[in-house]
C-alpha cells in the first residue's frame, strides 16, 4: 500500500504533483468555491469521493485554502464508490449508495472492513441507518457531512462526474493492511445536567420543564444569551462551539464518553435548534472546551488511533482524519499547531483532514453514531 496527498488551488493542481498512479482510491476535500476540473493526471479512477470542507482542508504540509487529494494505491486491496441523491429519502440513498460502492469494488454480497462517508447535513443518524441496512451494524462507518464556508447551504458532494446537493456518497475499503480507528471530542462535561422533556428531531423545545434556550442560557453563565422576546432567531453557532450538549453513551474504563449536540439557532419562544436529533427522555450535560484542548486533541486522537490497532511502533502509510468545521473556525489563527501535532503523532507520513459540519464514527460498546464539534482520524498501516 502507498497513499499520497496533494493539495493547491484546484483539483487540478492538487493532482499535479501526483505520480502518475494507479490509484484505486481517492478522496477529495475542497473549498466550495474551488474549481474542480480535472487535471491530465492519468492515475485517478473514475469515480472520485469528493466532499465539500469549510475554508479548504489541512495535509502533512499545512492547511489549504483550495483542495486536498488523498490517495492509495492498493493493488492487492478492494475499493469501491457510490453515490445517491435524497429524492427517496435519506437512509434509502445510503443503502443505494453503500450497494453502488460495494458494486464497484467487486465485492458484493461482502462486509468491508470500513465504510467511509460524506453526506450533506440535515439527516445523517438516517445515513448511518441506511448503511447498516446493507453491511451491517459492526462495521465502524467513519466520515464528515459537506460543509460550506458560511453556513448558508453552499455544500455539496460528488464523484468526479456529478455534484448533488442533497445527497451521500460512500466508499467501502477492503485494504491489504491493517487499519485501525479512533473517534473523540476535546471538550469537559460540567456539573450542569437537565432532561429534554420536549424535543422533536433536531429541535429541543424543553429541558426540565423550562424553555430549552432559557435552561442553556443559564448553563453557560450567559455566554450564549437567551433571544430577547420579538427577535425571533439568532445564530449561535459561533458563541456556542465552546459550550456544546452532550449526552452520555458509554464509558470505557468508568470514564463517560459522551457524543456532542452542537447548538446552531436560538429562538425567541426559548427552542434551541441542533446539529444533531436528540430525543426526549435523554439527559443532555453542558460540555466546556478550549482553543488549548481543541488543537491538541487532533494529534491525540491520531495517537489513540496508532495504539488502538497497535500500530504505535509500526510505519504508518498515511491517515484520513475528520476535524469539526466549528472547532476549525474556533482555532483557525492556531491552525499550524493543529497539524504539527498531528504530524508527530504519525511520525510525518502524509494525512488528509477534512473540516465538517458533523461527524459519523464507530463507539466502542456503542455502534456507529453521528455527533458534532467530534474529531476522528483513520491509520492505514
Avoid at 124 to 148: K, L, M, Q, R, T
Wanted: net charge negative.
Amino acid at each position: 500500500m502507498e497513499i499520497r496527498v496533494g493539495s493547491g488551488a484546484s483539483l487540478a493542481e492538487a493532482t499535479q504533483d501526483l505520480s502518475a498512479g494507479p490509484f484505486h482510491f481517492v478522496s477529495v476535500h475542497a473549498n466550495c468555491a474551488a474549481p474542480l476540473e480535472r487535471g491530465d493526471n492519468a492515475g485517478l479512477p473514475q469515480l472520485l469521493h469528493g466532499s465539500t470542507s469549510c475554508l479548504g482542508a489541512m495535509t502533512d504540509a499545512g492547511k489549504t485554502d483550495g483542495v486536498a487529494v488523498f490517495c492509495i494505491s492498493d493493488p492487492d486491496g478492494a475499493y469501491g464508490t457510490g453515490m445517491s441523491d435524497f429524492s427517496a429519502g435519506s437512509r434509502a440513498a445510503a443503502a443505494d449508495a453503500t450497494r453502488r460502492a460495494l458494486a464497484d469494488a467487486d465485492r458484493m454480497g461482502e462486509q468491508p472492513e470500513l465504510v467511509w462517508v460524506s453526506a450533506t447535513p440535515g439527516t445523517e443518524e438516517d445515513v448511518v441507518h441506511g448503511i447498516e441496512d446493507v453491511v451491517g451494524a459492526d462495521i465502524p462507518v467513519i466520515g464528515g457531512s459537506a460543509a460550506d464556508n458560511s453556513v448558508s447551504g453552499d455544500w455539496f458532494i460528488f464523484d468526479g462526474q456529478d455534484s448533488l446537493k442533497e445527497g451521500v456518497i460512500i466508499s467501502v475499503m477492503f485494504p491489504s493492511r491493517p487499519i485501525s480507528f479512533a473517534y473523540q471530542n476535546g471538550y469537559s462535561p460540567r456539573r450542569n445536567t437537565g432532561l429534554v422533556t420536549k424535543a422533536e428531531g433536531r429541535v429541543v423545545h424543553e429541558i426540565d420543564g423550562r424553555p430549552a434556550m432559557d435552561v442553556y442560557a443559564d448553563w453557560t453563565g450567559h455566554a450564549v444569551p437567551a433571544v430577547a422576546e420579538g427577535r425571533g432567531s439568532e445564530a449561535i453557532l459561533g458563541a456556542s462551539t465552546l459550550w456544546p450538549l452532550g449526552r452520555e453513551i458509554n464509558q470505557v474504563g468508568q470514564v463517560p464518553f459522551y457524543l456532542l449536540a452542537h447548538p446552531a439557532v436560538a429562538h425567541d419562544s426559548g427552542d434551541i435548534e441542533l446539529f444533531a436529533t436528540v430525543e426526549e427522555g435523554e439527559e443532555l450535560t453542558l460540555m466546556n472546551g478550549t482553543k488549548e484542548s481543541l488543537i491538541e486533541r487532533a494529534g491525540r486522537v491520531a495517537g489513540l488511533a496508532r495504539e488502538t490497532g497497535r500500530l504505535s511502533d509500526a510505519p504508518v502509510a498515511g491517515a484520513l482524519m475528520i476535524y469539526c468545521g466549528g472547532c476549525m473556525l474556533s482555532v483557525q489563527d492556531q491552525i499550524g499547531e493543529v497539524v504539527g501535532g498531528v504530524n508527530n503523532a504519525l511520525d510525518g507520513a502524509p494525512f488528509l483532514g477534512a473540516f465538517t459540519f458533523g461527524e459519523q464514527g464507530a463507539l466502542l460498546k456503542a455502534g456507529n453514531r453521528h455527533g458534532n464539534l467530534m474529531i476522528s482520524c483513520i491509520i492505514f498501516g
